[in-house]
């Protein structure tokens, strides 16, 4: 579920490391909403991350 349908943006993996260098596993998830946008001439609920519902490139068309 936490995945933009317009980038691909997901979820990456990494290691948290502590003051005292001791290392574990982490995630970190992207900021992904479930928003009403127009896709391939009628609107559908998606879940877009917010950089995309951000740019003003037109990636994501907003349906009201």
Not at 14 to 20: A, L, N
Not at 43 to 61: E, H, S
Request: charged residues 30%; aromatic residues 6%.
């Amino acid at each position: 579920m936490a995945k933009c349908e317009f980038c691909g943006k997901s979820v990456t993996f990494g290691i948290k490391v502590s003051h005292s260098h001791r290392r574990s596993n982490r995630t970190w998830k992207p900021n992904v909403k479930r928003v009403k946008a127009i896709v391939d001439g009628s609107p559908k609920r998606v879940y877009a991350c917010t950089r995309c519902l951000r740019d003003r490139n037109g990636k994501v068309t907003r349906a009201v």
